[in-house]
Nanobody, 119 residues
Framework: QVQLVESGGGLVQAGASLRLSCAASGGTLSLLVMGWFRQSPGKERELLAAVTWSGSNTYYSESVKGRFTISKNNAKKTVDLQMNSLKPEDTAVYYC????????????WGQGTQVTVSS
């Protein structure tokens, strides 16, 4: 069983930066893919970025490519999402999630952290 705990959300102005962190525990982390999602009211949950614990394969959605960066710290067992040049449309609840490599579904989810970007 994998446990995920997010931190780092908050209220910022447009153009600012924010860094989210996800602390992972349990399971065999090296077999996992870690992802950051977001969901705002009335919209579907969106995968923003993903990284493999083993190796450095990454994925970014077009909506955040060039502004957001996903990174991992194997020693601390954390996966961070650095968000730059934030826009009001980035306002959402952000979730950290994990899945086994080769699986199509993310099986483990954090509780979510609110990010609000004011104009």
């Amino acid at each position: 069983q994998v446990q995920l705990v997010e931190s780092g959300g908050g209220l910022v102005q447009a153009g600012a930066s924010l860094r989210l962190s996800c602390a992972a525990s349990g399971g065999t982390l090296s077999l996992l893919v870690m992802g950051w999602f977001r969901q705002s009211p009335g919209k579907e949950r969106e995968l923003l970025a993903a990284v493999t614990w083993s190796g450095s394969n990454t994925y970014y959605s077009e909506s955040v490519k060039g502004r957001f960066t996903i990174s991992k710290n194997n020693a601390k067992k954390t996966v961070d999402l650095q968000m730059n040049s934030l826009k009001p449309e980035d306002t959402a609840v952000y979730y950290c999630a994990a899945k086994r490599r080769g699986s199509s579904e993310y099986a483990w989810w954090g509780q979510g952290t609110q990010v609000t970007v004011s104009s």
